[in-house]
């Protein structure tokens, strides 16, 4: 049985076409749980007539709660919904194409459970109209964990989890963690196991209400909070030692120590700046980490 978290806020306006998209799959085994962080507007009551007309209601449970943060209410989903075996992100905007649970299914059902193991499916961003702009693609980028503590590759629409990984990120301080989906793409690369399909199984919308820093353009109140003194690098990354310091290995622990600022914070800028591999798929992006390191912001 699948749990599907989404986190819901002002978001009437592309509401239902998402929901239509999740009750729609080929595999039906879910639970769909929705955590409204506050709306302003009708998203409450969106979710509350859609459930009234579902044939088993049951299927749609809804809490209204004050505004947290769409990373701690994903948490907060993630502790409630404590039945099941696996566990999946819905943005609530999106689109999702039929089989998206179903292929997530086949390949996680194939493994080591006792492992955290996360799958990704393929996807596309499109504009408002859900007009396909391009394929999301990683190509042949060796994603690993020291990579990881600095960007991700993946995005949490697009994931599905495992009970060991959902047991592992609840031993967490959500408040410390800046980006669920960045914080489990350390999990699985740190001590892990993830599977980046190319199957296209999600359609993803930019519009000028998305949270999810798609564009450079997107990613400038990232920049501001840097300059304005949010160390969230240091912060999600002092979270992760505290929590999994014993399951790294000795490579991946150096790594980890540059990005604990209590000693040596101009010796370790030097070192991340100047470290030989690189930090992030993008060639521009790589440029702006590396700048920022230098003076101290990552």
Known sequence: MVNILMSTYNGEKYLVEQLDSIFAQSYQDFVLYVRDDGSMDQTVNVLNNYRENLDNPEQMVIC?????????????????????????????????????????????????????????????????????????????????????????????????????????????????????????????????????????????????????????????????????????????????KRVYWSKLSKADKRVLELFDYKSGKFRKAITKAFYPKRWNMRLFEECGIRFLMLIGKI
């Not at 007009?131 to 020291?146: A, D, T």
């Not at 359609?203 to 300059?227: D, M």
């Open 64 to 240: 209204s709660e004050k505004n947290i943060g769409f990373c701690q209410s994903f948490f907060w989903l993630l502790q409630m919904s404590e039945q099941g075996d696996y566990w999946t992100f819905s943005d609530q905007d999106d689109v999702w194409y039929p089989d998206k649970l179903a292929h997530a299914l086949e390949w996680l059902e194939n493994g080591n459970q006792k492992i955290p193991r996360m799958y990704h499916s393929g996807i596309v961003f499109a504009d408002e109209d859900m007009n396909v702009l391009r394929q999301y693609e990683i190509g042949n980028y060796k994603f690993c964990f020291q990579k990881a503590i600095t960007s991700s590759v993946f995005y949490g629409f697009s994931m599905m989890i495992n009970k060991a990984l959902r047991e592992e990120l609840l031993k967490c301080d959500p408040k410390q963690i800046f980006y669920h989906d960045w914080f489990i793409g350390m999990i699985v690369t740190g001590f892990g196991e993830y599977h980046f399909s190319k199957q296209v199984d999600a359609a993803h919308r930019i519009h000028e209400s998305n949270t999810s820093a798609v564009s450079l353009l997107g990613k400038l109140p990232l920049l501001k909070k840097l300059f304005t003194g949010d160390m969230f690098y240091e912060r999600q990354a002092m979270e992760f």
